[in-house]
């Protein structure tokens, strides 16, 4: 009789063998061999090393794999230990900073400067970006010296700086450009312009920018440059001619062969000066060659005062003539000795005090006086009459009226 148990046991074995090679039921976890679970590091970067996670690309306990660190001063670099922070720089943490101009260590480790802000010299400041460039508040344009750093005007651009803000000697800001000149009054003026107030100030930014600067005297009239553009005109009557030096202006005259009527080339301004206020009137000239005087006619005269053509009667007898060797009154009421025709530039001045006496002075030095001395304003150098044989060839360098 054949026994069931031993059947009934080769059943459940092979039953057994059957249900342990079927695929529905996983395997079960496989544990360390401490029992514990193992460590998975979620953040990027991070390796698991025993049971923390660690960034070996830069940790120094850790440096490029686990647990090779990094010598005392150094860092762990990409994974590779270096040298201790430069001289110019600071350890923190792991990295080397300059916190001169580190926006996110600024003075110092962990000091962060504002949006808006950059680390300048160590500390945070207010910039602009230009040109790609961070410029610090205040700080003034290499290329333009009056545009600046404003960050509250712009802070992606130059701002100009204000009208008049000095930029450099004898220049100052106008409409965003360096220029010589003066600003007074909120207005721009270029150098040598006079003070509509007052013709004897003048914009003068050697002096001062921001001031009128008082002037010895108002020019009338500049040899080398076109006489009738300076506010002159001329009476002339043929011959006679002018002509321009570098630096001066000459009339001339002649008297044609047995004529009986000469040149004449008077240069004339009027309303020159005031003539109810006292006045001075200073002219340089030189004398090349005259012919001698006669009463209320000369070839080389000044008239300070003067009616066309030729001047009414009191003009005359009041007007100054040059003679080779004399300076005079033309009414030959008073004469002093000069060598007028000696090739040299001399200054001759007309000066009328408020009594109304006037002087006149040679280089300085005074030679003729007169009282009760009266003038319309106008002025006129030259050759007055167009008498024949009374001629002259005269060199005027500059008329100006003196201030007092």
Known sequence: MVSLRPLALSFLVVVGLVAACGGDSPPPPKENPDGSASLVCSDAGTTACGDVCVATASDPAHCGGCNKACATGELCTQGVCSAACSTSETRCGSACVNTTSDSAN???CGVACSTGQSCVSGSCAVVCVIGGQRIAAGTVNSANACEQCQPTMSATAWTSRADGTQCGSGQVCSVGACASGCFIGNTFFVAGTPNPANACEACAPATSTTAWTAR???????????????????????????????????????????????GQLLLVRSKAFDPARPYAIRVTMQVE???????LDSAAAILVGFTPTVGNPTERSQMVYLDSSAIGWADDTQAAAFPVTDGLFHVYELSVDAAKVATVSVDGIAKLTRNNFTANGTLAIGDQTNDGGFDAATRVKSVELRCQ
């Open 216 to 262: 010895s005297g108002i020019p009338l009239l500049v040899g080398g440059s076109d006489v009738v553009a300076q506010g002159w005109t001329t009476i002339a009557q043929s011959p006679s001619s002018l002509t321009y030096g570098t630096d001066y202006v000459r009339l001339e005259t002649s008297t044609p062969s047995n004529s009986r009527s000469g």
């Open 289 to 295: 060659s005259v012919n001698k005087h006669n009463s």
């Open 106 to 108: 600024c003075g110092g």
